[in-house]
Each structure stands twice: as structure tokens, then as C-alpha cells.
């Protein structure tokens, strides 16, 4: 497998220098070097496609006895069936989360689910159609696997109310840790008031909010297909962060040339935050919250707050936008969305609203009778 040093060297994407021929001898970690450094766009690309070529290199080298050139359709039908319940279950999940190298570490922590498989089986595609266009393979084998149908629900339904932000603040700002409880906080903030993506705010910088006019702050990330997306950053926001920057030991106001990664680990050094570790910390923000929730007497909003992810904040955000101003193109400038037509689903409607409406339209009455 591909040792976890080397992302920063696959991400300055190295040109492929190598001859049709030559890679013929490459083992199956050359190739996959070779294949994220020709395809994947982003740290989080790369993660997600390394993950998951990682995986199916050891279900058909441990299960099959093959490499991938070696690979069939037949075995890439059995590995998308295997992909929803992975046995035998202690040799390949474990709930816990082991760094890799680790004796107890897993591939899975748990079956996945219809999206998940399906992006499995369309990155193994990518992976294979990459193969066969540098003569490694004669065909894709996952070309004509079929993908899990995906039911979308006509309305978001993965969002948090307003009293429920109300307690991710409160508990994320509860930490003995006073970096951990500043940096936690204001990823709350963030992630409500913006929307941004995990991936977005993890790459950002602290000299990414610019002000112009004064009081007009921007936040610039590098969204999905590389594209620059420009962030609007409220005063209520920014407040929070000098807040946290200050807890930190840093100056209120961001020096042109400051450096310091947007989403910091909780300790002193101003290094950058993993994904993981900031989703984990959310993760952990919820469960507080839910138990808070539960003590207070609030059963239904803790039920929700146990199930929520960080994600469920860009829904809560989009939908109380959606709601408060009724504009899709505005939600959908702040999503960063190539289309209205999933921001639609943030505007819910209320059941007997909806069928009071529909009790307006009549079927006419034919003269004379």
C-alpha cells in the first residue's frame, strides 16, 4: 500500500514520463501512485480515490489471489456485492478508528451504504478505464457493473433547528482545552453561517477572509473542479474568529502575508487540522449536544443531534437561508452549486399546507350538466 508520506509528493501532479510499454512491470501500489497522480485534483480526491483503490487491491489480493490487471468482470460484480456486507467481519471491520499500520486496523467501519458503494465503483471505473488507456488491461471490468439506484427524498431532512445550533455552541465552547474549546466553537460558526465544505475549510487560510470597503470580508476557497468560490464572511463571523485567533495567541487583525491554516490542530503549534480530526471533533460536538439535549428534555432534538454530521450544518444553513429569504439563486450562489435544482429541496413545505393547496385546483364542469 502506498505509504502515507508520499500525498504531498502524488499532489504536485508529476507528468507521466513512462512509455506505454513500461508500465507493464509496475506492481499494483506503483500503479496506483501513478493513477493518483494523473487523476486526482485535490487532497480530499486523492484520499477518497486512494481509499477506495486500496481497498479492492487487498479484497482481490487476499480473496482472489490477483492483481489488477488480473481482475474480471465476474470479480468486480462479487467485490460491489461484498462492498454492502464485507466478511468475514473481523478481518475487515473494525468500529474503532487504527492508524494504518496498526495490528487492529481495518479497511471498513462498517458495510456501505448505496452512495458509497456507488462511488466505490465508479473511482474502481476511473481506476480501470486510466489501466486500459495505458495498455495495462485489455478492458474496464467495472464498465458495466451495475451501480446502486439512489432514492433522493424530495426535501433535505438532515438539518438542525435553531435551538440545537444554540447547543453546539454552547457545548463546543466547553472544552477544559482553551485552544481546543475556541477552535471548536468557531467551527461551528463556520460551518453554520457559511455552509463551506469540510475539504473547502480544511485547505483555507487565515489570510483567505479578505476585507474590502472596511467591513465587506470575503472568504476564498478552492471549491469543487478547482474553482475559486468567494464566501461571504458576516460580521457576527468574524467576530467569532478574531475571538479565536486572540485565544490562540494571534493578532485580531490577519497580516497579508499570515500563513496560518484556517482550521487548526487544538494545540500551540498553528498546524493544520486533518479532515478527519476536524469531522471527528465535530462528531463529538453533536453527541455532547445531544446529551444536553436529552437532559434538558428535549428527546426528538437529541435523537437528531446523536445522528448529525458535520454536513448536516451546510443543510441547516442552506434551508434557514432558504427559508428566511425564499431566493434559490441566492442559497445556491452561497452552496456553490452548479444547479438550482438541489437547492430546491432546502425549501420545505408543510404537509397540510401543501395539501390545502392542492385542494384548490378543481376539475372543470362540463356545460350543462
Known amino acids: 500500500m502506498i505509504a502515507d508520506n508520499v500525498e504531498g509528493q502524488i ?20 500503479l496506483l501512485h501513478k493513477w493518483l497522480a494523473a487523476r486526482s485534483s485535490c487532497s480530499n480526491s486523492y484520499r477518497v480515490m486512494r481509499k477506495e483503490a486500496e481497498r479492492f487491491v487487498l479484497w482481490g489480493q487476499s480473496t ?19 462492498l454492502s456486507d464485507p466478511q468475514p467481519n473481523s478481518m475487515w471491520v473494525s468500529k474503532i478508528k487504527f492508524p494504518r499500520g496498526h495490528p487492529e486496523w481495518r479497511p471498513f467501519a462498517r458495510p456501505l451504504n448505496a ?13 480501470y478505464n486510466w489501466m486500459v488507456e495505458r495498455g495495462c488491461c485489455g478492458a474496464n471490468p467495472f464498465r458495466l457493473v451495475q451501480k446502486p439506484e439512489l432514492i433522493h427524498s424530495a426535501v433535505i431532512t438532515r438539518q438542525i433547528p435553531l435551538t ?10 466547553g472544552s ?3 485552544l481546543k474549546s475556541a477552535r471548536d466553537r468557531f467551527m461551528v460558526a463556520l460551518f453554520y453561517l457559511t455552509g463551506i ?6 485547505n483555507a487560510n487565515m489570510n483567505s477572509i479578505q476585507t474590502f470597503s472596511g467591513t465587506e470580508r470575503w472568504l476564498q476557497v478552492i471549491g469543487r473542479r478547482n474553482k475559486l468560490r468567494n464566501i461571504p464572511v458576516t460580521a457576527e463571523l468574524y467576530s467569532e474568529f478574531v475571538q479565536y485567533r486572540t485565544a490562540f495567541g494571534l493578532a485580531p487583525t490577519i497580516p497579508d502575508n499570515d500563513q496560518t491554516p484556517l ?37 426528538d ?21 432558504a427559508a428566511e429569504t425564499g431566493n434559490l439563486v441566492l442559497v445556491n450562489t452561497l452552496a456553490g452549486n452548479s444547479s438550482v435544482e438541489s437547492i430546491a429541496r432546502y425549501i420545505p413545505v408543510e404537509d397540510q399546507i401543501l395539501l390545502r393547496g392542492s385542494a384548490l385546483l378543481k376539475l372543470p364542469v362540463a356545460r350543462g350538466s
Open 263 to 299: 482550521l487548526l490542530a487544538a494545540n500551540s503549534r498553528l498546524k493544520r487540522a486533518h479532515s478527519s480530526t476536524v469531522l471527528k471533533a465535530m462528531k463529538a460536538i453533536m453527541e455532547r449536544a445531544a446529551t444536553l439535549a436529552r437532559e434538558r428534555e428535549l428527546p
Open 176 to 178: 477544559t482545552n482553551k
Open 64 to 82: 482472489l489471489g490477483k492483481c489488477l490487471r488480473e481482475i474480471v468482470f465476474e470479480d468486480a460484480c462479487a467485490y460491489a456485492v461484498f
Open 301 to 321: 432534538l437529541s435523537v437528531q443531534l446523536k445522528s448529525a454530521s458535520t454536513h448536516w450544518l451546510r443543510h441547516s444553513c442552506f434551508s434557514h437561508l
Open 197 to 202: 465544505r469540510t475539504f473547502e475549510a480544511v
Open 115 to 127: 452512495s458509497s458503494r456507488r462511488l466505490a465503483i465508479t473511482q474502481l471505473g476511473g481506476l
Open 164 to 173: 440545537g445550533i444554540q447547543l453546539l455552541l454552547e457545548t463546543a465552547g
Open 11 to 30: 499532489m504536485s501532479h508529476e507528468t507521466e514520463s513512462l512509455e506505454e510499454s513500461d508500465f507493464q512491470g509496475l506492481s499494483d501500489d506503483q
